[in-house]
């Protein structure tokens, strides 16, 4: 028989503490941030991560909220001190931070994450005053690792980051070149960047499109752009499908879809997310996005898409991945804890007793057996192809 | 070239009517038809790449429509375009290396740019380069995503090598298109051989006093047994019939003449005797980018139970019939229904073929299909003339075959974007 640690108590003493400390944090929910979160975390505002302070997906008044607490902790607190450089372009006497650039560049309503990061290496790029490549990749280096712990939650975060550094560091573009014609090569290369995410989502809708018949009937889980071109792809070309949204609890992600996709007439039926085995039976295919795919070939996405392919598969029903090949990442999650988590706080309605505790995470790894094929702008591929792909790449 | 439309029409008209029997006479034939539709093909001085890219796919088009469901057409065609693509890559990249050599200035090229004309042929053949390769995430960064010069590129290649050796391009058009031939009588070879290739692994996978399931008959198993046995391996062989074909009871009488201890069941009793099965070994029609296999009907059925009894389910396949499609709804869309008199003969049920029921059609329909798709899951290993293979290793194999711009023939003038 298995017992639990008594250091679980304490864990459950030192809860209590905290949330007869902070009063307001009851509702919310919030549990203390672990040891492990506070390394791997730098953001102090550990209740959510940072990766949803600015997402376009929270609620207004959640998104004050998250602000108000980004406001309360200066980028001092971050370790871009170091390679802090004055920006050139202006910005007169306001140090140049590359969180700061990235966060901005996230604002953009149709922008990814990884392209954002790239933007953000970018302009470090512009405003760094290294007189060698060397001296270029370092700061690159440094950059780049002050984004990735700034926020560990954000998986096409860091591949996005990985992915440029890897450019920076070994292409074959830049050997006949000087310095500053490299440099500006790299600027360029980093700004047609939001081009060939673009050009990704069109590219992946395109391959999708032989794969929806019609008179099928789609399930779709999470809100992703990705996955939103696939549908009014496929209902430009005159195909006629229906879709299932999951209601996306805590977020909503699945409402926000399902008005996307009744502006576009595509008959559309809204499921609470514990629906989906109930009826999984009259869905053809399922359709999820990916927030990042690892080396094993497998997703992380919004919670509950672990669930939903385990349904899908055990009613032989094929689950489909959209992802842009930049959201592949270098890692290899063993389990679901495996990830520094990334949590969200959840909205019950009714106050929660403090002793009660809440799984407030929202990410989970989706191995890859329970998927059939990922749509990439690389083409349509098997899940096994994921790792040969980044084995090139990082090789 | 009115003798190569001839040829074509002819083709064309024996694939329609379904009077090729089989992948590999289907492959073979492709491939020669190409080689001379390639030779017969006049080039003009620049684009000959291009040029003959476009015949050969015209030609395809009509080819693959002929017959949809016989993919090793479409396969041939892709292959034969990949071969085009990489001559001319090596073509150029050898130009490249004389250009280098031989140093010639840059008062033609001037005018093009203040750029090295050496690091501007370079940067070309890298783009080639990249035209060839399945696109990756390395390329992701470097290629450029709005020339809409890539698809052409290898064209282009030949421009610019026109503009400075002006003498040497009636030389190098020649040259390539005897590449080409060269290149297509190697993979027609490759068709031909195939089986012996396959065949040569047989020692490696089946072991003495084995039991071996197979269903149907494929000349490639049939030489795949045969080789083993020649090596002094003693096993059993269980043939289940391959209803309504019987092509097994062909098989069975095949290997019992080449003197192996062969046994005939009927499909239906593949579950009773797969307990005793040690392999279950099979040929396939095609081979699916996925892995996923369309393979003689009745084949699903032997996998599920193969797989029910965990004995490793591996496919002989040559390389020609590597597909580098995906398949969607396979059950329907890649499947054909053969003519009722293979189930029941004409006559026998005619009384039930009444038209005159009231509703105005028979009561009694009857369905033949030809093929089965048996997904990936269910395949322990695929044996191709390059060795064995896991399904999921397949779409390595096709991204060696054949170039990403090849995948979709029909649409030829790709939507600007």
Redesign the interface.
Same mark, same amino acid.
Request: charged share 10%.
């Given at each position: 028989m298995w017992w639990r640690s008594p250091s679980f108590i304490l864990d459950r003493q030192q809860q209590n503490d905290t949330a007869s400390r902070n009063p307001e944090s009851i509702s919310l929910s919030s549990p203390p941030p672990s040891m492990a979160d506070t390394l791997q975390n730098p953001n102090p505002n550990t209740s959510t991560s940072a990766y949803y302070q600015t997402r376009a997906v929270v609620t207004s008044d959640w998104l004050a909220q998250a602000q108000a607490a980004v406001g309360r902790h200066p980028d001092d607190d971050l370790p871009v001190n170091d390679e802090r450089t004055k920006s050139a372009a202006g910005d007169a006497g306001k140090p140049f931070s590359v969180i700061d650039e990235f966060n901005s560049w996230r604002k953009q309503p149709d922008l990814a994450e990884a392209v954002a990061a790239i933007r953000a290496l970018a302009a470090v790029i512009r405003a760094s005053q290294a007189t060698t490549m060397m001296e270029l990749e370092i700061e690159l280096k440094k950059a780049s690792d002050s984004l990735k712990s700034w926020d560990t939650t954000s998986i096409s975060l860091t591949a996005g980051c990985d992915l440029f550094i890897r450019y920076v560091t070994r292409t074959s573009a830049l050997e006949y070149e000087d310095f500053n014609s490299a440099k500006s090569r790299l600027i360029e290369r980093a700004e047609k960047f939001g081009e060939i995410s673009c050009k990704a989502r069109r590219i992946i809708a395109m391959l999708s499109q032989d794969f929806i018949f019609d008179g099928c009937t789609i399930l779709v889980h999470g809100f992703s752009r990705v996955v939103l071109e696939v549908l009014k792809t496929a209902a430009q070309n005159k195909k006629l499908f229906r879709v299932f949204c999951t209601e996306g609890r805590p977020d909503g992600t699945g409402l926000r879809l399902s008005t996307e996709l009744a502006k576009l007439d595509v008959p559309v039926k809204l499921l609470i997310d514990s629906a989906v085995a109930y009826s999984m039976d009259e869905v053809d295919m399922v359709f999820v996005g990916a927030d990042g795919v690892v080396e094993s070939g497998g997703i992380i996405n919004m919670m509950g898409t672990y669930q939903v392919a385990l349904v899908a598969h055990t009613m032989n029903k094929p689950v489909y991945v959209a992802a842009e090949s930049y959201k592949f990442a270098r890692l290899y999650p063993l389990d679901q804890k495996d990830m520094a988590p990334a949590l969200r706080p959840i909205d019950f309605g009714v106050p929660i007793p403090s002793k009660v505790e809440v799984e407030t995470s929202n990410l989970d790894y989706t191995p890859p057996q329970y998927l059939t094929l990922l749509f990439t702008d690389l083409g349509v591929l098997t899940p096994s192809v994921v790792s040969d792909e980044l084995i090139q790449l990082y090789l | 070239m009115p003798d190569t439309q001839s040829l074509v029409n002819d083709f064309l008209n024996k694939l329609r009517k379904r009077k090729i029997e089989g992948s590999q006479a289907t492959a073979k034939q492709t491939a020669e038809l190409l080689r001379s539709v390639i030779s017969q093909t006049r080039v003009p001085y620049t684009n000959q790449a291009g040029a003959l890219i476009d015949a050969v796919k015209a030609v395809g088009e009509q080819l693959i429509a002929a017959n949809p469901i016989e993919l090793a057409v479409g396969n041939i065609v892709r292959r034969v375009l990949h071969i085009i693509r990489e001559e001319d890559l090596s073509l150029t990249n050898a130009a490249i290396a004389g250009l280098n050599l031989s140093g010639v200035s840059d008062d033609e090229d001037g005018a093009e740019g203040d750029e /090295?004309p050496v !690091?501007s042929a370079a940067v070309l053949a890298?783009a080639a380069r990249s035209t060839l390769r399945?696109?990756?995430? /390395?390329t992701? !960064?470097?290629d450029?995503?709005?020339s809409a010069a890539v698809p052409h590129t290898s064209s282009s290649g030949g421009d610019s090598e026109g503009k400075s050796k002006s003498a040497d391009k009636s030389s190098r058009s020649r040259k390539l298109k005897h590449d080409v031939i060269e290149a297509v009588n190697e993979l027609i070879q490759d068709i031909v051989t195939c089986h012996d290739q396959i065949a040569e692994q047989a020692v490696e996978h089946i072991h003495h006093n084995e039991v071996i399931l197979t269903l149907g008959s494929s000349r490639t198993v049939l030489e795949f047994l045969c080789a083993a046995k020649e090596k002094k391996r003693s096993f059993r062989v269980i043939v289940a019939e391959g209803a309504p074909r019987y092509q097994g009871h062909l098989l069975a009488k095949e290997l019992v003449t080449r003197g192996l201890q062969t046994t005939l069941i009927t499909d239906s009793a593949v579950f009773a005797m797969i307990s005793r099965v040690n392999m279950v070994i099979v040929g396939a029609h095609v081979v699916m980018?996925?892995?996923g296999v369309i393979a003689p009907v009745g084949l699903n059925m032997v996998a599920l139970a193969a797989k029910r009894h965990a004995v490793p389910f591996v496919v002989l396949a040559g390389s020609h019939k590597l597909c580098p499609l995906?398949p969607?709804?396979p059950e329907v869309l890649l499947n054909e229904l053969r003519s009722p008199s293979e189930l029941l003969d004409f006559g026998e049920f005619s009384d039930c073929m009444d038209f005159g029921s009231g509703t105005g059609s028979p009561l009694l329909h009857v369905v033949n299909p030809t093929f089965d798709y048996v997904p990936?899951k269910l395949v322990s290993l695929f044996i191709t003339d390059t060795g064995g293979h896991n399904p999921?290793?397949m779409?390595?194999l096709i991204a060696d075959y054949y170039s990403?711009d090849d995948l979709v023939v029909q649409r030829r003038p790709t939507p600007g974007?």
């Open positions: - | /090295q !690091l890298a399945p696109p990756s995430l /390395q992701l !960064l470097e450029v995503p709005d980018a996925n892995g995906y969607h709804n990936p999921s290793y779409y390595r990403a974007n």
